[in-house]
């Protein structure tokens, strides 16, 4: 696959895996909706305010999550990403949310808060709650999703 994708998912409930450092426990944790895009090297992640399916004049927040930058680029630190040349689209989604959600989460990136609070402090809360994201803890991005479209 050449190129690059730019997927949506719902808000959903995740297992996040952190590095001891944090002090947080391996966990099911709710998660907004996300907008993402990859290429075969590089993944993007951002954060939706509602449930609904994105526009090009949606504005895009900074997802909530450790090892980001604050453009939306993931770092991957060790993980060793193989994406086949010859990835059909579901494969290749497949294989970045599986990168992504399989890797341990381990630090802020470049000082970037991707969250108005504390980040370890908002998982703690939200642990064993079975409530939503609270969608209002997000950053702004200064983005939409046409600024993904190339």
């Known amino acids: 696959m050449n190129g ?5 998912t719902k808000p959903q409930t995740r ?13 099911e944790l ?8 990859a290429d075969k090297s ?13 526009r090009l004049s949606t504005p895009l927040y900074n997802a909530p999550f450790f090892n980001l930058y604050h453009n939306g680029n993931v770092c991957m630190g060790s993980v060793d ?13 497949t294989a970045w949310e599986g990168y992504f959600f399989g890797s341990y989460f381990s630090h802020l990136t470049g000082g970037h808060n991707p969250v108005k609070g504390n980040l370890i402090s ?15 803890e997000l950053v702004p991005n200064n983005k939409q999703l046409k600024h993904l479209l190339r």
Do not use: D, M
Not at 15 to 27: C, D, R, T
Not at 30 to 37: E, F, I, S, Y
């Open 15 to 27: 297992k996040l895996y952190f590095s001891e450092s944090l002090g947080l426990a391996i966990q």
């Open 122 to 136: 908002l998982y703690q809360r939200l642990a064993n709650t079975g409530c939503p994201f609270p969608v209002e």
């Open 30 to 37: 709710p998660l907004p909706a996300l907008v993402w895009t």
């Open 81 to 93: 990403v193989r994406i086949s040349q010859s990835a059909a689209l579901k494969e290749f989604i």
């Open 42 to 54: 590089r993944l993007h992640v951002f954060a939706l305010q509602f449930k609904g399916k994105p």
């Open 4 to 8: 690059s994708v730019v997927w949506y």
